[in-house]
């Protein structure tokens, strides 16, 4: 398991839409976000889960990383995913990046760090017995504007036995 666990906004809100927030709690215990995350998911322009990161950051189980190295340089990525990447070059232990957006993926990839998405935490969740069901979970993203895709449902809920 990696020492240190940096997330992206995307898996912060699509785990707020299903409630899924704890799950990362439970998960690795202490989650952190570079402060160009925290300006995306607590602008006031996402739609939900506001209240619960607010929440989580007085907990103190999510943290915020700051400040984040300015070099590389990734301009296809939005800021959020580029310092995900840099604080994860930056330190100088083994570090996993909670990130959906393929791009950054890719590229997270590309530098030799650890990278999983949303799915992979809801897929997580239920072998660590956080919750009954997966496919009941990626079911309630069909209500929200959250998309993951198909394939990648398959392949989580094939791998945790549904």
Same mark, same amino acid.
């Given at each position: !398991?990696?020492? /240190?666990?940096?997330?992206?906004?995307? &898996?912060?809100?699509?785990?707020?839409?299903?409630?899924? /927030? &704890?799950?990362?709690?439970?998960? =690795?215990?202490?989650?952190?976000? &570079?402060?160009?995350?925290?300006?995306?998911?607590l602008s006031g322009r996402v739609s939900?889960?506001?209240?619960?990161?607010?929440?989580?950051?007085?907990?103190?189980?999510?943290r915020i990383f700051q400040p984040t190295p300015d070099e590389p340089? =990734? &301009?296809? *990525?939005?800021?959020?995913?580029?310092?995900?990447?840099?604080?994860? /070059?930056?330190?100088q232990e083994?570090?996993?990046? *909670? !990130?959906?957006?393929?791009?950054?993926?890719?590229?997270?990839?590309e530098q030799g760090l650890l990278v999983a998405g949303t799915a992979a935490v809801i897929g997580m969740a239920k072998t660590r017995g956080l919750i009954p069901s997966a496919r009941d979970i990626f079911a309630r993203f069909h209500n929200s504007d959250f998309r993951i895709a198909?394939?990648?449902i398959q392949t989580v809920l094939h791998r945790v036995g549904e």
């Open positions: !398991m990696a020492r /240190l666990v940096l997330t992206d906004a995307s &898996p912060l809100i699509g785990l707020s839409i299903v409630g899924g /927030l &704890p799950w990362l709690k439970g998960l =690795f215990g202490e989650v952190w976000m &570079p402060i160009e995350v925290e300006r995306e998911v939900c889960g506001e209240e619960d990161l607010r929440g989580a950051l007085v907990d103190k189980w999510l340089e =990734f &301009p296809e *990525l939005d800021e959020g995913e580029a310092a995900c990447i840099r604080v994860a /070059l930056s330190i083994e570090t996993l990046i *909670l !990130m959906d957006v393929r791009a950054g993926r890719s590229i997270a990839i198909t394939e990648v």
